[in-house]
């Protein structure tokens, strides 16, 4: 693979990379860098993170990364996930793998937040972040556990969270810190460390927060000071939400009755779900979506990219329920390899039912 093919696959449908000119730097110079993305342990996996992150992922592996899919299960006790007991947090963590696998995510590592924690160096450099580091920074971090900046009842614990993740990407020793957007605030915590301290400065690869089906939502709760970024925090799609969410190993009936429901406005590109998952869902995973309709309403027409789509959606030659039907149609034969390892190993996907899910 030539420098910019490898350079177009790590970009794709990034929202960010700090910087570009580190990046293809690291490219150029190093045959194997290390990469990184961490999950909580906190529930169902849902499309977002299943074929969002997933393709992304699939990019890094191809572009030469060594990658390490990181299962945070302290981050997650600490957020008080799926109860806050480490049993269910491991089964999820468990229930994880077998999903990225099903979806063909390959040729990476697993390392848990566990392994990291048996060595003392860790929380040393815990300890030596949290010394570079305000209360006040610390504080305006917190909405990376989906916390909200004005809260007053705060658990002591949730402090160690943004140190946690900026020495995670350090003990790690990693090139490139990947993860959504509202991420953002422990990555530029860990490049300010890195200059302090005089450690590697990671190099950051921001990606989309797919937009839940409700649409656009009217919070009034403050995940980011950005207005713009805060909209898409309260608007992601959420596993709490489950009639507005797509999981995995969703039916066929299932995805197709919550598209049918889904916000598409007619001729309306941006703040639309159906289409964003046409971008960030479907085409990395497939070479072409086929709208299927009637030849009075213009019969069937193919894209292989979402340029064309959009563009077609924008002038209204194509109307929103074949849009809704085409997207359910994609996503059923995307996801169908995860419903089928289900079908044939139940047993944590049945145990991950009878948790309780909580945020």
């Avoid at 009755?257 to 995973?285: G, S």
Wanted: some cysteine; charged content about 25%.
């Amino acid at each position: 693979m030539d420098f910019e093919t490898k350079i177009d696959l790590i970009e794709r449908n990034a929202v960010e990379i700090i910087t570009d000119s580190e990046l293809r730097s690291l490219v150029e110079t190093n045959a194997k860098p290390r990469s990184y993305w961490g999950f909580e342990s906190s529930g169902f996996m849902h499309i977002g993170l299943g074929l969002v992150c997933g393709s992304k992922i699939k990019d890094m592996v191809a572009a030469g990364f060594h990658f390490i899919i990181f299962l945070a299960d302290w981050h997650s006790w600490i957020n008080n996930k799926l109860g806050g007991k480490m049993e269910n947090i491991r089964l999820c963590g468990e229930y994880f793998k077998e999903c990225f696998t099903a979806l063909g995510i390959e040729s990476m590592e697993y390392l848990w937040a566990a392994d990291l924690a048996q060595d003392i160096s860790y929380w040393e450099k815990i300890v030596r972040i949290a010394k570079s580091a305000s209360v006040q920074r610390i504080w305006r971090a917190l909405p990376i556990m989906g916390r909200e900046m004005d809260l007053s009842d705060v658990e002591t614990a949730w402090l160690l969270y943004p140190s946690m993740q900026a020495a995670d990407i350090f003990q790690m020793n990693l090139d490139v810190a990947c993860a959504g957007i509202d991420q953002r605030k422990a990555h530029m915590l860990a490049r300010d460390i890195a200059e302090k301290r005089h450690w590697r400065k990671p190099i950051c690869i921001h990606t989309p927060l797919l937009m839940g089906l409700q649409g656009p939502s009217k919070s009034d709760k403050k995940l980011d000071e950005d207005s713009t970024l805060n909209l898409q925090i309260t608007s992601k799609m959420a596993k709490s939400k489950p009639k507005t969410c797509i999981f995995v190993h969703d039916s066929p009936q299932d995805i197709k009755a919550k598209l049918k429901d889904a916000y598409c406005p007619a001729k309306q590109v941006t703040d639309n779900p159906v289409l964003e998952e046409a971008k960030y869902a479907i085409f990395p995973n497939t070479t072409e979506m086929t709208i299927t309709r009637p030849a009075k309403y213009g019969g069937n027409v193919c894209f292989s990219n979402h340029a064309e789509l959009e563009k077609e959606y924008r002038q209204g030659r194509i109307h929103p329920l074949d849009l809704k039907n085409a997207v359910a149609d994609a996503l059923i034969r995307i996801l169908e390899p995860v419903r089928n390892h289900f079908k044939k190993h139940p047993e944590r996907l049945e145990r991950m039912r009878r948790i309780q899910i909580t945020r």
